[in-house]
Structures are given as structure tokens and as C-alpha cells.
């Protein structure tokens, strides 16, 4: 019998969640039970920095709870991710530690992206309902309590991802100080939301068409997705129907509005919110139609397990979304495409023969990868200080779909391709790495380096290499005709790197063509 | 069509008077003639043990508001001053009815060989020998006789208790009258059996025993007088929650500048000495309207344990059959595998229980199940349902109950059983603050070979197996995946989690059931309306909210038939202008006790079936956990119409509400004798039958496609 038990605990800024999963090859992921605990640790990690006592009991008792459930599911697996609230706190480890002890319950924290991404995924995994959606232009917008994220496609691959400070926690937080009747919230909430959105249109939006809007958030989907007259779901909903409920939301008091919508009244609030933000996006962008699939951390955390556990896979390639988006800061860098594309082919030509040598797998050659496309960045700033302004940007640019520590690989390999390597044991930059991810930085550097350097000249002429490992030589032959005097000569001193990682030595071989 | 609005208080009924009419329809069928003998006993024992309650939280709590100075007017109109007024005259009536109705009783006892010896006075020499050895043997030491004077206080009379009060003076004739009282005692059996030569039964009241030994109790006194008396009191603190909540916090702080359980009701013998009763009525600053003059013995609840008596099993009910097994359940079926097979509706008392007693038993026993959830409001002492569930954790299911400590007069009960589970590894939910959890839910989690499979029984009674052969109950077992997820949802709300992102199948009280009524009304009034039919079938026990009421009104004057079949409360009024004979109430009270809630609605020819643990009272609809679920499978939409039918077509045991308020017994010519309640049994057993005709025939029977 292969149906295993998987719950997924999503320890959100304002809420504790719990979702169980039946996960079968066969009948995919069935949920077959929710449980929300509403814990506000958001404002207290916001704004003093720490959880207090009580709010840690609280959350420990929870927790425990949640471990009793568990257990009468005959629960086989879990993961715990804690979001911003647990994030942002400065005693974090402590805590983290604390609620292990306390409740045998290991919680992961998800910086900003690694969360988008869950999200996303969990979008992605609604299957053939998604892919149409795609069809058409379409933006992904993911409300949360601290930021939004809005996605783009183009065709059917995301191709950017922005992070706007605009989350409903925050704003409402905002509003709060402006002392503004709750009447006046809409016409405040339109001014901030249109300043940043005609900056957003101007540098990423341009002349892309959205028709749709993909809404990941707590609010406007328990609304959309109201179960009807004999639990039918809706799921879709026009922009006269977003439009009918921002007039309701508008014209009656909050309570009324609870009444209305049958929700609890201590919702409405941020409901409000989300749906003039919903509508001033809306607007801004031209869309037509919004599509809220329901989803929630939890789903995501699940489909990333059955996902690893090879148990189910998604129609959607999501390595094609990291590279369109990679392509696309390239892009909006002026950085060469051809050179890249040169460049990306005698990387991984050397990363796929050389394999048994570096024992990396296949999400490293996807870095580096990004890497080779992302390799120039930096010289839209500075062609000097090549090395650290690539290093900038790449961080400062959210990737979805990458993690973190894998955006620090790729910023890395990117800078010390034109800078000296930091050796770990001097305490250099990077020192705060883990070694194992040091050393995968060390090792993509390296076929970098090499890689860079046969297209020293930028004209590329070593459009067609072939690779081979003998003994400890890595013969480059090259089928060329032009001259390479000039790679050759310094190939030297960036063979020196390859040569100190792998114990192996590039030869650079011409084979003239006919 | 009528414009016509119904929110004028003349437009409904006082709910306090409605209940009096109820009490007195479960005494005509004391008084039917048609009834055996014995049954007649029961239900003036029940008129009696109903008016009590009634007078400890209703009555009390009129008294409290008055004493509160509240003065808002209920859904008729009335302050509680002038409830009160109203009351104190139905309920005297009601009273005499009571022992007008005893007096008849106990001459026809007589005639069929049970003989009460209803004043000492009357007892023959060898009888009055036997009842002093008695009292010498078991009376005599239990016993506390107290006295009054001024260095001893009046003594506390306990709540409910039946006393003998007596005024005695010294021995050596000095001295005032003084107060003695001695409390008859609850721990010895109230009727006490005379042997007798002949084939008669005869019995005397313990209290006619003690007073004619009164004597002996105060050696020092002569006894001048001696007559039983009872007093209720307003002792319980929690007032029936039907009124707004801040005015139950304002009756709290009133009541604690109040002295405790003020005297509401006093009982005491006909003819009793003025000067006694001055004494008591002082004392106990009673006001001359609360007492109550009774010709005959005093609470007739020991009719009950009359009905007990061996040897009359022939002036006895024994025509409605005991609860029949359903076939579909055989002894020893998996019960998981029958319901699997099909939803399964099951029909209390004319049906048995023990399917759903085997259900938590088989559950506690299977190696598969993971969990079993639990609501428990009243259960029977010794229950079945308890030890399995102590089974099911000592075999380390997750089991999660939540036992109802609020339930009223069962408390002490329910902590038993409570701490009970506890100690068993159960996990146990002590009811929730603020709010009753009336709901009869259970949920069983299943690991099966394709994933996990819940089990949900859901009903309109309680998990009681003893109520459950007198309650007339429906019951629902599913495995339906959308119930089972809205039942998972319920108990994570129980457990204090929040509320699910919505709803399936279930309605749930507090917060979303009573809109979930009215839309169901209002459909069918938007269905009238639009000239399409409309038709409501509703069965509840009380009737009693002001908007479903209005509701109804409004659908009626629309166009919608209404038929109602409502046991007790009814403050909806018929024949209002505009509505006519559109709405119609009819009351059926019987051998069993009306208690399923069953709901009926047209739907513009989709017709819609629902049953629940609410009745439309503000309480169930406002302050308690309810569920209503929709029996939504043909052949059980099928049985629930027929049960409804039948109720509709009863001609002996209903009642019908006519427009000047009182009820009337359905008029006969041309309809025969149809009483539902037999017919259901009927049923039961024609089933139960076919099966077993079935079970042991020898023919074979091939099984045919069917569906």
C-alpha cells in the first residue's frame, strides 16, 4: 500500500496551521484535515524583535497539540517552516531550539523567496487548470501580512518576480498611524498602491499583456473559494465580481460586512485591504479575470515533499522559470546573450565530462548555469568593479525558485570569476559559508574561470569544443580556424584555479578546420 | 397577494403559557380513558416532574427579572410581572385538573385491585399494626425531628423535599404553639405495601406513616395539628439563558444582594390549620398566590414508582412493539462494511439502538481505526457507549470527547463519567465556554487500503441507550467523504481551533444554522411567490424564535404550505389574516416521547430533507452547539417523508392548534383511528420480519442488479 501520511505545519506570522496529506502514487495528494490556530506573533516580532513568554507557550502548546494529532493520523513524515514572524525574530536560533526541546517539532525557517516559490508550486501542482491559465499573460500576486509578491509570465514561464513592502499587516499597521477613518482606507490604500505599481509598470511590466491574475493570499480566496449551496467552488471570479465586492466593501460597516460575507468579523479588516489592493492592481495592469486556487503554505510544503519523494510530478518545468528569469536580469543589464550562450556551452560541455571528478549533481550545473548567463551583470555599473557589482545585483534580485544560499553560490561564482578567490581558512568573504557550500562555489568557479577564459576575446571562437579527461589532463580541443593566440596565452593563470581545485590541467588543443 | 408584516406581539404567544398548554395535553392522555390504566399513572406522574422544572427555572427566573426590576416584554408582549400574573392562574387551574384527574384515578385502581390508603385514619387495626412496626423498624431511625422556639431558628427546608409540619404545645400546657417540622425521608421508598389476605394490593404514603407516629417524634409535646407541606425553591443559580446576555450578567449581580433560594412555591394539604400555615408562609415570606391548597397527596412523582408495582402488567401498555432489529445490520455484521454499503437511517425506538452502541463498540475493538471523536450531553448511567470508548483509549485509539457538563439536572452525572474517560487516557473536552454543546456527533477515523475512510454518525438524540427506547429519535450513519470532512472540522472547532474556510453538507449552530433556516424559508417564499409551489414539513419540539417564526408568517402570507408537527412550545399562532390555513400546527404527544427534528422543504420540486439536534428556539439557534445534516440519499429522503406523512395523518395521539390558541384533538369522522407512533412500530416489525422470513426460508433468492 503506498498511501503515506504527511502533515505540513506552516508557522505564519499570524496564524499556526496544520494541514494532513494522504500522498499516493496513484490518487495524488488528498488533504484530509486542516487545523488553524490564529496566534498573532507577527506584531510582536515586528515590533519588539522577540516573542514574549506567553507567546512562546502558546505557540509550544500549540505545537504539541498539533504532535498529538499527528500521531492519532499515524503521521509518517513532516516539515515545519517558520515564515517571517520566526525570521525577523533576533533570537531565533534560541527560539528555534526551545520549541524543539519543548515539543519535538523542528521547524525550517523560509526566507522570502523560498516561500514565494512554495507557494508558487503549490499554483503549479493545480495541474492543467494552471497551464491554461498560462496561456494567457498572467501575473501571480501573493498577498502576505509583511510583503506582496507579484509574479509575471511570459508565454507559459515566469520571467520575473518582484518584492514591493505592501503586505496587508504592514498597511494596515500604516493606516493605523495616519489616523484615517476606516472610510477613507480605500482612497489612501489606491495613492500608496499606485505610486509603486506605475514604477513597477514603467521597469517591469512594459508593454506585457495581463489578462489574469493569479491571487495566492488568506482573505480574497476563503472569499472566492466560499463553498456554496452543496460545497461547490467557485474558485474564478470576473472583474465585475471583484469589482461588486469592493463596492460592498466600501459601503457597509465591518460587521455588516462579516454578516454579508459570513465570515468572522475579525477578518474583515484585512480583507478590505487585500480586496482595494486586488482591485488597484487590477486596474493598473488591465486584467480581466482573477483565479484564486485556494492554495495555502501548507499545500506548497507538501508538494515540495511528494515532489523530493518522487511520489508526484508537476506538468510545469519550473528549471525553465529560473532560467527565463535569469535571461531576463541579463537582459535588463545589457549583458551579451551571445556571449553568454557561448559561454553557458563550454561550461557545462566541461561540468557534464568532468562529472566523476567533481561529484556535483544536476541543481548544481543548473547554478551554474544561471551562472554563465548572469556572468556580466555587474558591468551595466561598473566595468571595474565588475566582480562586486554582479555580486549586488544578483543578490538584490529575487529568482524564484531559488534558494537563498543557492542565489549566494551564484553571486559568488559570478564574483570570483573576475576576482581572487577568498580561501575559507583566511577569513575572507567567504567565511560565513558552510564549507560544503564553499567548497560547490569553489568547485563552479573553477569550470567558470576555464570556460571564461577560452572566450577571453568575447568573439566567440570557441563556438565548438570538445572535451575529454585523460588521466590528469582535460584536453580542450577546439575545431576553429581563427586565431587563439590570445586565449591561449592567458588561459595560464586561470588554469592555475582549475588546476588547484581538481588536481587536473586544461590543455588547449586546435583543431583546424578543413 | 397580502403586504401584511407580523412583527405585532399579538401576532405571537406568550412561550411560558404555551408550555402550560403542552403539560396539559400530556394530561388529557392521563385522563384518555383509552390509555391503560397504568400508563395513566405515568403521565400524571410526568404532568407533576414537568410543572416542578418548570417552576425551578421558568417560574424562578420571572422572579428573578421581576425582582430586577426588568421590565423589556417578551416575543408577546408581556412584562414578567404580568407573565407571572398570567401563570399563577393557569398553573392553579392545572394543579386542580391534576388531582381531579388523581381522585378518578385512584377509584378505578381500586376497582382493578390496588387499594391506597390515602389518610391514615382509614387503616384497619391489623394494617395500623404493621404500619407502626414499620416505623419503629425503618422510619423511626431516619428521622430528624426539629423544633422551633426562640433559641432554635427555623430550620433550612430543603428544596423539593416533602416535610411534615406540625404545632405542638408543651406537655404541661404552658406556653405558646410552636412550630415542629420533621422532613420526610427521601432515602425510603415513598409507598409502602401492606400485606393483605386477599388477592388486593394495598399501599400507604411514608408521609401518612410518620404522621400518625408524629407523636412520637415529640415526646415532650402534644401535637395539635400535623400536615405535610413542600416547598420549591429558586436554587439553582443558572437562569434559563433565553433572555439576552447582559441581562443574565445583571440577574447574576442582583442575585447576589439577594438572600439564597428565595421560596417560589408552597405546597401544603387542603384544610390545613391557619395557624400553621401562617408560620410557614412568614418564615419562608411566601406570597399568598404561591401557595398552592392541594386535595390529595402532595408531588405525585411517587406515581412513577407506582407504576412500577408488580403484578398489573395487564393494565399496562403492550402494544407498541420493544426497539426491532434492522436488517441490514445482522448480529455480527461489520458495521463499517454496512455503511460503506449504503448511508444508513435509522429510526429510535421503533428501531434499535444497538447499531450505534455497536458502532463506538466495534470501533474501539478495530485494529484499523486511528481515532474516535465523541459529543456526549446526557448519557445513561452504566453506559455502554462510555466503556467503549475507555476501550478504545486503554487500546490506543486517539479518542476525544467532549461530555457537556451544562446539561441541566445532569451535571453530577456527567463528571462522573467524565473523570471516568479521563483516567482511561481519553481526551477529554470539558464543554465550552459560554456555550452548550447540544450536538450529537460522533466521528470514527479509518485507515483503510485506499487511505484514511471517516465514519460519522450523526443525530437528533442523545447518545442514551435507555432514552433512546422512549425517545422518539433520528439517527444518520455515513461515510460520505463531504460529511466526514465537515465532521473533522466540527471537533477541530470543539477543540478550540478555528473555523473551517466552509461548510459541506453541515449547518452549525451558533453561527451559521439560523441563517441557514431562514434562507431555506425564505426559498420557498421566493418560490411562492413566483407562483411556484411551496411547501414546508417541519418537526421540532418547540417552537419559539421570534425571526423563524416571522419567517414562516411571511412565507405562508406568500403562499407556502406550512405544516408543523411541534411537541411542546409553540409561540407561532395559526389563522392570522392574510395567512389563513396555510400554516397549521399540529401536537403529538404519545406513548414515546416526541423528540426528532426533521425538516421538510419543496425546493421548486428538488425537494431537500434535513434533520437536527435544534429545535427553532433562541437557545439552540443562539447559545449551543447544534448540527443540522441533510439526508440527502432517495431511499432514506423516502423514509423520512413517510415518517413525516404519517405524523400528518395521525388521528389519536395529535393535537391541533386552532386560532384562539388551545388545542383540540383531531376530529375523527371520516379519518378512523390512526396512530402514527403504532404504525411506526408496525413498520419496524414488518421489516424486522420480512428479514427474518428471509433469514430462514430455503428458497433461494437470487440477488437481481439493482440502483
Known amino acids: ?514 | 397577494m397580502s403586504q401584511l408584516k407580523y412583527d405585532d406581539p399579538s401576532d405571537y404567544s406568550n412561550r411560558e403559557l404555551s408550555w402550560i398548554l403542552f403539560n396539559k395535553r400530556v394530561l388529557s392522555e392521563a385522563k384518555d380513558k383509552n390509555n391503560p390504566l397504568f400508563e395513566r399513572l405515568k403521565f400524571l406522574s410526568i404532568t407533576s416532574s414537568n410543572l416542578d422544572e418548570f417552576f425551578m427555572v421558568r417560574v424562578a427566573s420571572l422572579k428573578d427579572m421581576v425582582n430586577a426590576g426588568y421590565t423589556k416584554t417578551d416575543i408577546a408582549g408581556m412584562t414578567p410581572a404580568e407573565q407571572l400574573v398570567a401563570l399563577n392562574k393557569v398553573t392553579h387551574e392545572l394543579v386542580e385538573e391534576q388531582y381531579g384527574v388523581y381522585k378518578s384515578l385512584v377509584s378505578k385502581l381500586l376497582s382493578n385491585g390496588l387499594r391506597i390508603i390515602e389518610k391514615h385514619e382509614k387503616l384497619t387495626e391489623k394494617e395500623a399494626a404493621y404500619v407502626d412496626k414499620y416505623y419503629e423498624e425503618n422510619v423511626y431511625p431516619v428521622l430528624t425531628p426539629m423544633a422551633v422556639d426562640s433559641s432554635r431558628p427555623f430550620p433550612l427546608i430543603r428544596n423539593k423535599t416533602l416535610n411534615i409540619g406540625a404545632l405542638v404545645k408543651k406537655k404541661n400546657g404552658e406556653g405558646d404553639l410552636e412550630f415542629a417540622t420533621v422532613q420526610v425521608p427521601g432515602v425510603l421508598s415513598r409507598i409502602v405495601e401492606i400485606p393483605s389476605d386477599n388477592k388486593k394490593k394495598t399501599v400507604i404514603l411514608l408521609e401518612e406513616i410518620i404522621e400518625r407516629n408524629i407523636q412520637k417524634l415529640f415526646l415532650n409535646y402534644d401535637i395539635v395539628c400535623a400536615y405535610p407541606f413542600r416547598i420549591m425553591r429558586n436554587a439553582d443559580l443558572s437562569i434559563e439563558e433565553d433572555e439576552a446576555e447582559d441581562l443574565l450578567k445583571e440577574i447574576e449581580k442582583q442575585l447576589k444582594r439577594r438572600q439564597w433560594g428565595q421560596a417560589i412555591r408552597l405546597e401544603v394539604e387542603e384544610g390545613i390549620d391557619e395557624r400553621l400555615l401562617n408560620i410557614i408562609e412568614e418564615e419562608l415570606h411566601i406570597a399568598q398566590e404561591d401557595i398552592y391548597r392541594i386535595d390529595g397527596p402532595l408531588d405525585l412523582t411517587f406515581l412513577m414508582k407506582m407504576y412500577g408495582l408488580n403484578g398489573f402488567d395487564h393494565l399496562k401498555e403492550s402494544a407498541y412493539a420493544k426497539p426491532q432489529p434492522i436488517p441490514a445490520f445482522l448480529p455480527e455484521c461489520d458495521i463499517f462494511e454496512v455503511i460503506k454499503d449504503s448511508d444508513r437511517l435509522l429510526f429510535h425506538p421503533y428501531e434499535t439502538f444497538s447499531p450505534v452502541v455497536e458502532f463506538v463498540r466495534q470501533a474501539a475493538r478495530d485494529k484499523d481505526v486511528l481515532a474516535i471523536k465523541q459529543t456526549l450531553y446526557r448519557v445513561s448511567g452504566n453506559s455502554p457507549i462510555i466503556a467503549a470508548l475507555a476501550q478504545a483509549a486503554e487500546n490506543g485509539k486517539q479518542v476525544s470527547v467532549l461530555v457537556e457538563l451544562k446539561a441541566r439536572f445532569d451535571e453530577e452525572n456527567n463528571i462522573v463519567w467524565a473523570k471516568m474517560l479521563e483516567k482511561a487516557g481519553c481526551h477529554v473536552i470539558y464543554g465550552l465556554v459560554g456555550l452548550k454543546t447540544h450536538s450529537k456527533i460522533t466521528l470514527v477515523v479509518r485507515r483503510e487500503e485506499d487511505g484514511i475512510r471517516r465514519y460519522v454518525h450523526l443525530g437528533t438524540g442523545n447518545y442514551n441507550d435507555a432514552t433512546a427506547k422512549l425517545y422518539t429519535d433520528i439517527g444518520l450513519l455515513t461515510c460520505a467523504p463531504s460529511i466526514g470532512e465537515d465532521a473533522t472540522a466540527v471537533f477541530n472547532m470543539l477543540s478550540g481551533y478555528s473555523e473551517p474556510l466552509g461548510w459541506n453538507k453541515l449547518s452549525i449552530a451558533p453561527l451559521w444554522l439560523k441563517d441557514r433556516f431562514l434562507f431555506l424559508i425564505g426559498r420557498e417564499k421566493e418560490n411562492a411567490l413566483a407562483g411556484r409551489r411551496g411547501h414546508i414539513i417541519a418537526k421540532v419540539n418547540s417552537l419559539c424564535d421570534r425571526d423563524v417564526i416571522e419567517a414562516l408568517y411571511e412565507a405562508g402570507a406568500a403562499g407556502v404550505k406550512i405544516e408543523l408537527i411541534i411537541r411542546g412550545i409553540c409561540c407561532l399562532k395559526t389563522g392570522l389574516p392574510g395567512i389563513g390555513n396555510n400554516i397549521t400546527v399540529r401536537s403529538i404527544v404519545g406513548n414515546f416521547l416526541e423528540h426528532s427534528r426533521i425538516f421538510y422543504f419543496e425546493n421548486d420540486g428538488k425537494p431537500e430533507y434535513y434533520c437536527a439536534s435544534a429545535d427553532w428556539m433562541p437557545r439552540n439557534l443562539e447559545r449551543r452547539v447544534e448540527i443540522m445534516f441533510p439526508v440527502d440519499k432517495p431511499k432514506l429522503q423516502k423514509k423520512l417523508r413517510a415518517i413525516l406523512d404519517m405524523q400528518l395523518k395521525d388521528t389519536v395521539k395529535a393535537h391541533i392548534l386552532k386560532a384562539d390558541g388551545t388545542y383540540e384533538k383531531v376530529d375523527k369522522r371520516g379519518k378512523g383511528f390512526y396512530n402514527s407512533q403504532l404504525e411506526f412500530c408496525h413498520m419496524a416489525q414488518e421489516a424486522a420480519r420480512k428479514h427474518e422470513h428471509f433469514v430462514n426460508s430455503r428458497v433461494f433468492i437470487p440477488e437481481t442488479h439493482h440502483e
Open chain 1, 1 to 514: 500500500m503506498a498511501v503515506k501520511t504527511f502533515a505540513a505545519i506552516d508557522v505564519g506570522s499570524y496564524e499556526l496551521a496544520m494541514k494532513i496529506f494522504e500522498v499516493s502514487r496513484v490518487r495524488g495528494m488528498n488533504e484530509i484535515d486542516h487545523i488553524r490556530h490564529s496566534i498573532d506573533m507577527g506584531t510582536e516580532t515586528y515590533g519588539t524583535g522577540k516573542l514574549s513568554y506567553e507567546r512562546v507557550d502558546e505557540l509550544c502548546r500549540v505545537l504539541r497539540e498539533f504532535s498529538a494529532i499527528m500521531k492519532s493520523y499515524q503521521v509518517k513524515d513532516y516539515k515545519a517552516y517558520g515564515t517571517s514572524a520566526i525570521r525577523e525574530s533576533q533570537n531565533r536560533s534560541i527560539l528555534l531550539d526551545q520549541i524543539e526541546q519543548r515539543t519535538g517539532i523542528v521547524i525550517d525557517v523560509l526566507n522570502n523567496s523560498e516561500q514565494r516559490f512554495l507557494d508558487y508550486k503549490s499554483i503549479a501542482f493545480q495541474g492543467e487548470g494552471f497551464q491554461k491559465i498560462i496561456e494567457n499573460g498572467t501575473a501571480i500576486l501573493d498577498i502576505g501580512g509583511g510583503s506582496i509578491q507579484i509574479s509575471l509570465f511570459d508565454n507559459d514561464t515566469l520571467v520575473s518576480t518582484q518584492n514591493m513592502k505592501l503586505g496587508v499587516l504592514r498597511l494596515q499597521e500604516r493606516l493605523n498611524h495616519v489616523d484615517a477613518s476606516i472610510s477613507h482606507y480605500d482612497t489612501l490604500i489606491e495613492e500608496i498602491m499606485e505610486s509603486q505599481m506605475n514604477v513597477y509598470k514603467k521597469l517591469y511590466l512594459k508593454d506585457r499583456e495581463i489578462k489574469n491574475i493569479i491571487v495566492v493570499d488568506d482573505y480574497i480566496s476563503a472569499l472566492v473559494n466560499k463553498k456554496g449551496d452543496g460545497g461547490a467552488i467557485k474558485r474564478f471570479a470576473g472583474k465585475d465580481t471583484v469589482e461588486h465586492f469592493v463596492e460592498i466593501c466600501r459601503t457597509k460597516s465591518l460587521s455588516e460586512l462579516a454578516r454579508t460575507l459570513d465570515m468572522p468579523e475579525d477578518r474583515m479588516s484585512l480583507l478590505y485591504i487585500s480586496m482595494i489592493m486586488l482591485h488597484t492592481i487590477m486596474n493598473s495592469m488591465g486584467a480581466e479575470l482573477i483565479w484564486a486556487p485556494g492554495v495555502t503554505l501548507c499545500d506548497g510544503i507538501a508538494y515540495e515533499y511528494a515532489e523530493k519523494n518522487h511520489i508526484i510530478t508537476s506538468s510545469h518545468d519550473f528549471e525553465k522559470d529560473i532560467i527565463a528569469c535569469a535571461q531576463n536580469i541579463s537582459k535588463r543589464y545589457r549583458g551579451s546573450r551571445k556571449r553568454s550562450e557561448t559561454l553557458e556551452k563550454i561550461a557545462l560541455t566541461i561540468f557534464d565530462s568532468m562529472k566523476r571528478v567533481h561529484g556535483l549533481g544536476k541543481r548544481e550545473r543548473l547554478l551554474l548555469q544561471i551562472s554563465t548567463i548572469l556572468h556580466d551583470c555587474g558591468k551595466y555599473i561598473s566595468l571595474a568593479n565588475l566582480g562586486e557589482c554582479s555580486y549586488n545585483i544578483i543578490m538584490a534580485t529575487e529568482i524564484i525558485g531559488l534558494s537563498h544560499l543557492e542565489r549566494e553560490i551564484v553571486a559568488n561564482v559570478v564574483k570570483y570569476n573576475h576576482l581572487d578567490f577568498d580561501y575559507y581558512e583566511t577569513g575572507g568573504d567567504l567565511s560565513f559559508l558552510d564549507e560544503e557550500t564553499y567548497l560547490k562555489v569553489a568547485k563552479l568557479t573553477a569550470l567558470l574561470r576555464i570556460a571564461n577564459g577560452l572566450d577571453r576575446s568575447h568573439k566567440q571562437k570557441f563556438k565548438n569544443v570538445k572535451i575529454s579527461l585523460k588521466e590528469e589532463k582535460l584536453i580542450i580541443t577546439v575545431d576553429t580556424d581563427k586565431d587563439i593566440t590570445l586565449e591561449k596565452g592567458l588561459f595560464g593563470a586561470r588554469a592555475d584555479f582549475f588546476k588547484e581545485v581538481y588536481n587536473i590541467s586544461p590543455v588547449i588543443r586546435q583543431k583546424r578546420m578543413q
